[in-house]
């Protein structure tokens, strides 16, 4: 990765441009898994919070992610607290319109898994044709960058609705639900180091799995750890930190992987070369 004197300056070369995303290392995964796992449970903390209300919520969250896409979209360069906080917020958002489908327009999990599937999948392939590529290193354009974040708003609410259905639906249960998904990264992760399945199509795969992963964690910890009689299929058997515990947690563990990711890409701020070849995961 190339170096530059300053992220204020960097030097006048028009193949190479600041990428508005951050380099893709171990940091970068633990911390999405992190945020993955906060969308579930704040999402469901807040909801309690405003009167158990899901369309206030989604009101609310959704334009407090308008107003940080907005800082995201006018800043020139990869700023971690405004990025991270966008992705905090869309897991959070993409949670909430999935439980809106399935509690207030009754649409069942199966559906929303193949209509935000659709959605995500017709993305993909719109930001293909257009920008003839997928990688994450090539968002320095606001064309580039507003299909990112479309494609992750799909991906997040895709992850919540199969993760529910998995989970809940077909009464895997939430331990079994995170190694069947860590597993599947694990697999896709295999594939591009020993058998070189594509680095772009690893990524996307993987980076879709983390959300149903995250969400299996969030309610692994959050759910009660006994099950009541009338509870719905799939609730308790967890380890009873409840939703406000487990935000907390989380949000703080994001915080600290966050510094510890930017102390060691303080001097080296992600570049793209428009002339290289797209190869690397992601």
Request: some cysteine; hydrophobic content about 50%; charged content about 15%.
């Amino acid at each position: 990765m190339p170096e530059t004197h300053s992220l204020q300056h960097p030097p006048v070369d028009t193949r190479k441009l600041l990428s508005k995303v951050p380099e893709v290392t171990v940091y970068f995964w633990i911390i999405k898994v992190l945020c993955t796992t906060v969308g579930e449970t704040f999402a469901d903390f807040l909801n309690g919070k405003l009167g158990d209300n899901l369309n206030r919520t989604t009101i609310v969250m959704g334009s407090l992610l308008v107003i940080a896409l907005i800082v995201q979209f006018r800043v020139r360069g990869y700023i971690p607290a405004v990025y991270w906080v966008a992705v905090v917020l869309l897991s959070v958002v993409g949670t909430l319109i999935t439980d809106n489908m399935v509690e207030n327009h009754g649409i069942t999990l199966t559906t929303s898994s193949i209509v935000f599937g659709v959605l995500m999948l017709a993305t993909f392939g719109i930001w293909q044709v257009s920008e003839k590529t997928l990688s994450i290193h090539s968002i320095h354009t606001a064309k580039r960058e507003a299909f990112y974040w479309t494609a992750i708003l799909f991906t997040f609410a895709l992850g919540t609705a199969t993760g529910d259905l998995i989970a809940e639906k077909y009464n895997l249960g939430y331990g079994k639900s995170v190694a069947l998904f860590a597993g599947l990264i694990a697999l896709i992760t295999l594939a591009h180091y020993k058998f070189r399945l594509n680095a772009i199509l690893a990524f996307w795969m993987a980076y879709v799995l983390t959300r149903p992963l995250g969400a299996s964690i969030g309610d692994l910890m959050s759910q009660p750890r006994q099950i009541a009689e009338d509870a719905d299929p799939g609730t308790g058997k967890g380890f009873g930190l409840g939703t406000t515990g487990t935000s907390i947690v989380f949000l703080s563990l994001i915080l600290i992987v966050v510094v510890i990711m930017t102390q060691q890409q303080r001097r080296k701020p992600v570049l793209i070369d428009e002339a290289a070849p797209v190869g690397q995961l992601g």
